[in-house]
């Protein structure tokens, strides 16, 4: 008998057949039924969903390409910029220093002839007072020489020594 049972799993009877066939199907119906659909309705949605995420991560990538793009033009126009404004400035501090330099030798120039011009000045009133007062002298010595009368040459000379060294 167990030899006959053994034999029954391999070779299965029609009645056995029939009854697992009708079960599956109705299984299969019913799971075709309520899961397959929304089974393919997530599958679908989720090749949706990741074909939005490649598409976005592409168009993410585009314009992360086009940014650094963006960036590095940016960042070459920022140093042409910097450096035009450098150039500017250097060629602003050397006008300035230029003007100033100038200035000051304009300046100095100016301040040197004003000097020359007070010193000429001054050289020209001190021999005025040098002239006026050798005049006064010498009216003071001709005073003094009329007022006495001298007899002779030699007390006349005499006279005129000692005055000189006296203002002397």
Not at 25 to 31: D, G, K, Q, Y
């Amino acid at each position: 008998m167990l030899l006959y049972d053994a034999m029954e799993l391999i070779t299965p009877n029609l009645g056995l057949v029939f009854w697992t066939t009708l079960c599956f199907i109705i299984f299969w119906l019913f799971v075709g039924k309520l899961a397959f659909k929304p089974i393919a309705r997530a599958i679908k949605s989720r090749e949706e969903s990741i074909e939005e995420a490649l598409s976005s991560a592409k168009k993410a990538k585009e314009e992360m390409l086009q940014l650094q793009t963006d960036n590095q033009a940016a960042i070459k126009l920022a140093q042409q910029e910097a450096s035009q404004i450098l150039k500017e400035a250097r060629d602003l501090k050397s006008a300035i220093e230029s003007n100033a330099q100038a200035k000051a030798k304009e300046e100095a120039t100016k301040i040197v002839a004003e000097a020359r011009a007070e010193i000429q000045k001054q050289k020209e009133s001190a021999l005025l007072e040098v002239k006026q007062e050798v005049s006064k002298l010498a009216v003071q010595i001709a005073e003094k020489i009329l007022e006495k009368e001298l007899s002779n040459s030699k007390e006349q000379q005499d006279f005129i020594s000692d005055l000189v060294n006296k203002l002397n």
